[in-house]
């Protein structure tokens, strides 16, 4: 009997892992052996709310693939004070909406950030309980950075856009996506630390780094090694330098403490540049020497 083997991306592996979602790795697993998303629920003997689940933690792992809208917070319609006045008019959902979030943020809104509100649901079409879950995503998202502070409705609305254009239109993506961005901000907070970096936010450049290194699969013990080499060599934190050495380690295909340190090569050709004759002279100061010498001789 013929069997199929499956050779899963170490990557995807990594982001699975990562997330500890069984549901997850197991929708994974059937998508990838070409098995039929409309069967899933069937297939997996699973609810309609864990499909949900799993398909919104592969989405945000970028373990499933779809088109982005990328809309812009200006293309929105202009709307007026009688298009808020028709909205409360409707029924009682936009109203209580608005009472939610004033009480959320702890002000009255303005007629301005009402309208900022009202475009959440008429324009993006998010519906109310994913715009609550935003609202908690981006007060929390403040708290972690150290502002104490409410969030304004533009960065709301700039937040809402985000979600819009990634899909994030559900109670599902949205609970996910928030656990996972959280987790990320933790996971910051944390390597910020073990960087000695107490005294300041970590700067957007710094952020891509590190978020690029956990992307690659490194977790926060490969990461300190790593620093902990750039400060030997380097004589304190360079972020180039320790990105080098993370990027070799990933060339290398070692991902853990345990692995570096067993092979990584670069350690012995650090060795043996040390080990060379301190006496020998530059090959270019050689080539120097032999052209005054030349020059010299012409004359």
């Known amino acids: 009997m013929d069997e199929t083997v499956l050779t899963l991306p170490k990557q995807d592996i990594r982001k699975l892992l990562a997330a500890a979602s069984g549901n997850a790795a197991l929708l994974y697993l059937y998508l990838r052996t070409g098995g039929d998303p409309d069967q899933a629920r069937d297939a997996l003997s699973m609810s309609v709310s864990q499909i949900n689940c799993a398909m919104a933690s592969l989405r945000q792992m970028g373990l499933i693939e779809e088109k982005a809208r990328f809309l812009e917070p200006g293309e929105r319609p202009v709307y007026t004070e009688l298009d808020l006045t028709r909205e409360m008019e409707k029924g009682k959902d936009f109203g209580l909406l608005v009472g939610e979030v004033q009480r959320r943020l702890g002000r009255t809104l303005s007629t301005e950030e009402l309208k900022i509100l009202l475009s959440l649901r008429d324009y993006l079409r998010l519906p109310d309980e994913v715009i609550s879950i935003l609202i908690s995503f981006c007060m929390q998202r403040n708290r972690a950075r150290g502002n104490v502070r409410a969030p304004s409705m533009r960065s709301i609305e700039k937040e809402a856009y985000v979600w819009a254009d990634n899909g994030i239109d559900t109670l ?7 656990q996972q961005q959280l987790m990320r901000q933790s996971k910051l907070g944390s390597i910020r630390h073990a960087l000695q970096i107490h ?29 902990d080499r750039t400060c030997l060599q380097a004589g304190g934190l360079k972020w180039n330098y320790m990105n080098s050495i993370l990027t070799s380690w990933q060339k290398q295909n070692l991902y853990t403490v345990d692995q570096i340190l067993k092979y990584d090569k670069a350690p012995e050709r650090r060795n043996a540049a040390k080990q060379t004759d301190p006496d020998a002279v530059d090959p270019m100061a050689l080539r120097a020497i032999q052209r005054m010498m030349n020059e010299k001789e012409d004359a």
Not at 199 to 216: G, N, V
Not at 221 to 227: M, S
């Open 172 to 178: 599902e993506e949205a609970a996910a996506y928030m």
């Open 199 to 227: 005294d300041r936010r970590l700067t957007p450049s710094e952020e891509k780094y590190i978020l690029k290194w956990l992307e690659m699969g490194f977790g926060e013990p490969e990461i300190l090694l790593a620093y």
